[in-house]
């Protein structure tokens, strides 16, 4: 009858091996995610008025001016 040997070392050494992967996948994850974050701050430019938008300002510009004429 052959002699029952655990061999934890093995299993030590590949809980080992894992944590250090998936540690090394959360620090990836975690700067990846910080990188679109500072990306998703940036403001925006506002948008350019649209021709109704510049019509409808020198329309509310004119009646100001006669307006102020009377």
């Known amino acids: ?27 990836a994850i975690k700067l990846i995610n910080r990188l679109n ?4 701050e940036e403001p925006a430019a506002p948008p350019a008025p649209s021709k109704e938008e510049v019509l409808l300002g020198e329309i509310r510009d004119l ?4 307006n102020n004429r009377s």
């Not at 009858?1 to 944590?19: C, E, K, L």
């Not at 009646?63 to 006669?66: A, I, P, V």
């Open 1 to 27: 009858i052959p002699a029952v040997v655990m061999h934890y070392g093995v299993f030590i050494q590949n809980v080992f091996d894992f944590v250090i992967v998936a540690f090394a996948i959360f620090v």
């Open 37 to 40: 974050r500072k990306k998703a």
């Open 63 to 66: 009646l100001k001016e006669q």
